[in-house]
Nanobody, 124 residues
Framework: QVQLVESGGGLVETGGSLRLSCAAAGSTLSNYNIGWFRQAPGKERDFVACIGRSGGSTRYADSVKGRFTISRDNAKNTVYLEMNSLKPEDTAVYYC?????????????????WGQGTQVTVSS
């Protein structure tokens, strides 16, 4: 079983950048597809981006395409989410999640293991 820990969240102004990290322990990260999701107060948990085991496949939500980049370093057992041109509507708790399945899926129900989340706040 893998344990996931997110870090890198914080408060940033509109147009700013942050890089989130998702570090894994207890299992080899390369065994999993990894997704990033976010949840704003009073809203459902939404898909942001995901990356396949080798890093060769990625998917993004339309709302973040061109602004966010997901990547992974399996040697460091870490997945990253580089977020640029941040907007107030990006404010949310960001979660990383791991999936053992074969398909790179955007549905949160597909993911088996979750981190505790990291808060991202974008001020206007």
């Amino acid at each position: 079983q893998v344990q996931l820990v997110e870090s890198g969240g914080g408060l940033v102004e509109t147009g700013g950048s942050l890089r989130l990290s998702c570090a894994a322990a207890g299992s080899t990260l390369s065994n999993y597809n990894i997704g990033w999701f976010r949840q704003a107060p009073g809203k459902e948990r939404d898909f942001v981006a995901c990356i396949g085991r080798s890093g060769g496949s990625t998917r993004y939500a339309d709302s973040v395409k061109g602004r966010f980049t997901i990547s992974r370093d399996n040697a460091k057992n870490t997945v990253y989410l580089e977020m640029n041109s941040l907007k107030p509507e990006d404010t949310a708790v960001y979660y990383c999640a791991a999936d053992l399945g074969r398909i790179l899926d955007i549905g949160p129900y597909r993911y088996d293991y979750w981190g505790q989340g990291t808060q991202v706040t974008v001020s206007s």
